[in-house]
């Protein structure tokens, strides 16, 4: 039934592809492959370019703005060394933290890395500054007294799940603590502890915080914008630095919006190379395969393309005799390809990452839009250079030559 519904264009580019399954499957193969080289390298781009926007920011994980190293150690209760960081209008809101780097392993890791170990001040509002959420399905966890919250990329190196136990320490601080969550995270290894986890399992009397989390206005937070409110937003922002630094209680400001500015340059750099090889070599794969054997194909079907320009065909209709073909083959071999990508794309990945870093493992639906397209013009020119073949092809002198 579905035969009898073709019309005889259609049913002469089923014959075709029936009666040249060789070449049909190298061209296949050649535009799949193609595809998935473009997705994978505009998926690469994505991943580490979009690591510190969903890293740092107001809807990301790393919240604050800022970060102020303290002179001298504080308790929960110290309201007058916090009365420096009560400015509205400036500063939207502030949590005191003890931070220090640390190590941590496992016995059948059987080796350590550093961490930063954080303890916020303010469980309460810990999300208006961290946002702590599932590694897998990112729902949000409650900051609990229970034990510690690890990284997934920490969980992964070490083969970690929630109830596990984890050694942290540095010189005579040390403590085996069971994994409460795994969270989300992107650069570096956190692990974060209530003040009461922190007391319980290192045997400390009470937190001291060394350090304060700065949450922004978002007239000083501003990073995006015209360039006239992202320079005043960055003069606003150097203007509190030096009024926090002016107090006895601060040694130094340093604001997330500097890590994005110094790191943000180098990773569109990287980016922009990584995508640039990637379409450049699916771009010489597509011209190889597809021009060959479109001219392979051509030279073997001269006397029948010489045939049906006789029978009265325009040069356009004779191009399309063989475009048909290729333009079915295309659709199904960039569709392959999309599919074949995102494996290619998760291990080239998970092969970049370093140690201390996990890159962005899900491909924006740009990506696929993207590599579809750039595949499919790759094609349309590869068969715009053969039209000129086609009409090129002289009626009297194929037919006159032997098969």
Same mark, same amino acid.
């Given at each position: 039934a579905l035969w009898q519904r073709l019309s005889f264009s259609n049913k002469v580019t089923v014959r075709n592809l029936m009666r040249n399954k060789k070449r049909v499957l190298m061209t296949f193969v050649g535009i799949m492959g193609c595809t998935a080289l473009i997705l994978t390298g505009f998926g690469v781009g994505n991943s580490i370019g979009t690591m510190l926007d969903k890293q740092f920011g107001p809807e990301s994980?790393?919240?604050?703005?800022?970060?102020?190293? @303290?002179?001298? *150690?504080?308790?929960?209760?110290?309201?007058?060394?916090? =009365?420096?960081f009560d400015q509205p209008g400036r500063i939207k809101a502030a949590m005191p933290v003890?931070? &220090?780097?640390?190590? /941590?392993?496992? =016995?059948? #890791?059987?080796?350590?890395?550093?961490v930063v170990m954080a303890v916020p001040g303010g469980k309460e509002n810990v999300g208006v500054f961290l946002s @702590?959420?599932?590694?897998?399905? $990112?729902? *949000?966890?409650? #900051?609990?007294?229970? +034990?510690? !919250?690890?990284? +997934? &990329? %920490?969980? $992964? @190196?070490m083969d970690l799940g929630i109830g596990d136990k984890i050694t942290i320490q540095s010189g005579a601080m040390k403590a085996e603590i069971p994994v409460a969550g795994i969270t989300r995270n992107y650069v570096y290894h956190y692990v974060y502890l209530s003040p009461a986890a922190y007391e319980k399992f290192f045997g400390v009397a009470e937190t001291q915080f060394n350090a304060v989390l700065l949450r922004l206005e978002p007239e000083l937070a501003r990073t995006s914008g015209s360039r006239e409110l992202v320079n005043r937003a960055k003069e606003a922002r150097a203007q509190l630095s030096r009024d926090l630094t002016d107090q006895a209680e601060v040694v130094a400001v340093v604001y997330n919006s500097n890590i994005i500015d110094t790191v943000g340059s180098m990773i569109d750099v990287m980016r922009n190379v990584i995508v640039s090889v990637f379409t450049l070599a699916a771009g010489a794969l597509a011209f190889v395969v597809l021009y060959n054997l479109n001219n392979?194909?051509?030279y073997e079907r001269v006397r029948?393309? =010489? %045939?049906i320009k006789v029978l009265g065909f325009y040069n356009l209709e004779a191009s399309m005799y063989i475009y048909r073909e290729n333009i079915v083959i295309s659709i199904f071999g960039?569709?392959? +390809?999309?599919?074949?990508?995102?494996?290619?794309h998760s291990f080239v990945i998970r092969t970049a990452e370093i140690e201390s870093m996990m890159f962005v493992r899900t491909l924006s639906p740009l990506n696929f839009v993207w590599a579809?397209?750039? %595949? =499919? @013009? !790759? /094609?349309? +020119?590869?068969?715009?250079?053969?039209h000129k073949k086609i009409k090129d092809i002289s009626m009297v002198e194929s037919l006159k030559s032997v098969e």
């Amino acid at each position: 039934a579905l035969w009898q519904r073709l019309s005889f264009s259609n049913k002469v580019t089923v014959r075709n592809l029936m009666r040249n399954k060789k070449r049909v499957l190298m061209t296949f193969v050649g535009i799949m492959g193609c595809t998935a080289l473009i997705l994978t390298g505009f998926g690469v781009g994505n991943s580490i370019g979009t690591m510190l926007d969903k890293q740092f920011g107001p809807e990301s994980i790393m919240r604050f703005d800022g970060q102020v190293l @303290l002179n001298s *150690p504080i308790t929960a209760d110290s309201d007058q060394a916090m =009365a420096v960081f009560d400015q509205p209008g400036r500063i939207k809101a502030a949590m005191p933290v003890f931070m &220090k780097n640390m190590y /941590a392993g496992t =016995a059948d #890791f059987g080796r350590q890395i550093e961490v930063v170990m954080a303890v916020p001040g303010g469980k309460e509002n810990v999300g208006v500054f961290l946002s @702590l959420v599932d590694n897998e399905n $990112e729902q *949000p966890y409650q #900051f609990v007294d229970a +034990g510690v !919250f690890i990284n +997934g &990329k %920490t969980a $992964e @190196l070490m083969d970690l799940g929630i109830g596990d136990k984890i050694t942290i320490q540095s010189g005579a601080m040390k403590a085996e603590i069971p994994v409460a969550g795994i969270t989300r995270n992107y650069v570096y290894h956190y692990v974060y502890l209530s003040p009461a986890a922190y007391e319980k399992f290192f045997g400390v009397a009470e937190t001291q915080f060394n350090a304060v989390l700065l949450r922004l206005e978002p007239e000083l937070a501003r990073t995006s914008g015209s360039r006239e409110l992202v320079n005043r937003a960055k003069e606003a922002r150097a203007q509190l630095s030096r009024d926090l630094t002016d107090q006895a209680e601060v040694v130094a400001v340093v604001y997330n919006s500097n890590i994005i500015d110094t790191v943000g340059s180098m990773i569109d750099v990287m980016r922009n190379v990584i995508v640039s090889v990637f379409t450049l070599a699916a771009g010489a794969l597509a011209f190889v395969v597809l021009y060959n054997l479109n001219n392979i194909n051509i030279y073997e079907r001269v006397r029948e393309l =010489a %045939t049906i320009k006789v029978l009265g065909f325009y040069n356009l209709e004779a191009s399309m005799y063989i475009y048909r073909e290729n333009i079915v083959i295309s659709i199904f071999g960039i569709a392959a +390809g999309l599919l074949l990508g995102i494996p290619i794309h998760s291990f080239v990945i998970r092969t970049a990452e370093i140690e201390s870093m996990m890159f962005v493992r899900t491909l924006s639906p740009l990506n696929f839009v993207w590599a579809a397209a750039i %595949t =499919a @013009l !790759f /094609a349309v +020119g590869i068969n715009l250079l053969m039209h000129k073949k086609i009409k090129d092809i002289s009626m009297v002198e194929s037919l006159k030559s032997v098969e």
